[in-house]
């Protein structure tokens, strides 16, 4: 009987071991092979630990150049920038367009009128014209008859030099005429008495200082 350690056949033993130790060195190059296969010897990470990615780094910010524009100021500073009153010259007249502002056309029985006016520089050059409340005036009429003004029951006016740069508009707020006559003797306004309404129409002129408006702006009073 052929063993391992004893074999038997046809040819001599030592042919048999010779290919008994051929068969084993292959199997121990295979055994060799796998191990090598499943441990990667030399390979990045360590069996276990955590890899870690590393951001991507941020770009960074572009410096300024010297040609570059300065970030523009918030509305303050561009307020605080306005050419003071003393650096321009006094408007003339010619170059400064009033035009009355009525919120509406025709109002109902109970809607008061909300009035007021805006003021423009048409020149080519900056000017100062004092835009305090001593210097504006509002002037309702109806035909040939004035019937109320802004000017009647002033009290404290005051003066308020504005430099307008060339081109600007400047609208003031509105004031609501209470639908009155209006007169110096007649300051408390329940004492006046309405105006006539049931369609009738009125219109608004306006002034700064001896600037009056060209044209003028119609009220409806139904």
Known sequence: ????????????????????????????????????????????????????????????????????????????????????????????????????????????????????????????????????SSQQTLTVSSGEEQYWSSKDCQVNGTDQDVTLTAGQTLTTPAIAWDRTRSSADTCDSTTRTPVTGGGATYRLSVSVGDITSTETAPMILN
Request: glycine fraction near 6%; charge should be negative.
């Open 1 to 132: 009987m052929s063993t391992f350690t004893n074999p038997t056949g046809p040819q001599p033993p030592s042919v048999y071991w010779r290919r008994r130790a051929v068969l084993l060195l292959g199997l121990v190059v295979v055994v060799i092979v796998i191990v090598l296969i499943v441990v990667r010897p030399g390979s990045g990470a360590e069996p276990g630990a955590a890899t870690t990615t590393t951001p991507a780094a941020e770009a960074p910010a572009p410096e300024p150049s010297a040609t570059g524009t300065a970030p523009a100021a918030d509305a303050t500073e561009q307020a605080t920038d306005a050419p003071a009153a003393g650096d321009a010259a006094a408007c003339d007249a010619s170059d400064v367009e009033l035009v009355p502002i009525a919120d509406k056309q025709s109002y109902a029985s109970t809607e008061l009128p909300q009035i007021s006016m805006s003021i423009t520089n048409t020149g080519s050059t900056d000017c100062v014209l004092n835009l305090g």
